[in-house]
Nanobody, 125 residues
Framework: QLQLVESGGGLVQPGTSLRLSCVASGSTLDYNYSVAWFRQAPGKEREGVACIASSGGAPKWADSVKGRFTISRDKAKNTVYLQMDSLGSEDTATYFC?????????????????WGTGTPVTVSS
């Protein structure tokens, strides 16, 4: 069965960058699963951040991160990345990757049946 493991989070200064990784095992992501990144800050609801279709195209972004975050996937590594630039305190959250058995992606959690356990990101001076 598909398993997802996130990594790359940490404590960073405002204005800096991080790249998160979501490594899949148990199944091949490309052409089988669309993948999304979600985040959840303490006391707040889970928010869709970005997603990418199973083919590697048609990405979507939340308005709050558009122009700052980039989602991509590496077929050879069976991995999806989230490049985060110009980080601010509002980006502080635990970030999760999730996959759904379908070609297209969306930014709501419904339909995403496979989840990682999250990697925390703290942006603070």
């Amino acid at each position: 069965q598909l398993q997802l493991v996130e990594s790359g989070g940490g404590l960073v200064q405002p204005g800096t960058s991080l790249r998160l990784s979501c490594v899949a095992s148990g199944s091949t992501l490309d052409y089988n699963y669309s993948v999304a990144w979600f985040r959840q800050a303490p006391g707040k609801e889970r928010e869709g951040v970005a997603c990418i279709a199973s083919s590697g195209g048609a990405p979507k972004w939340a308005d709050s991160v558009k122009g700052r975050f980039t989602i991509s996937r590496d077929k050879a590594k069976n991995t999806v990345y989230l490049q985060m630039d110009s980080l601010g305190s509002e980006d502080t959250a635990t970030y999760f990757c999730a996959a759904r058995d379908g070609t297209s992606c969306h930014l709501i959690p419904i339909g995403y049946n496979f989840w990682g356990t999250g990697t925390p990101v703290t942006v603070s001076s």
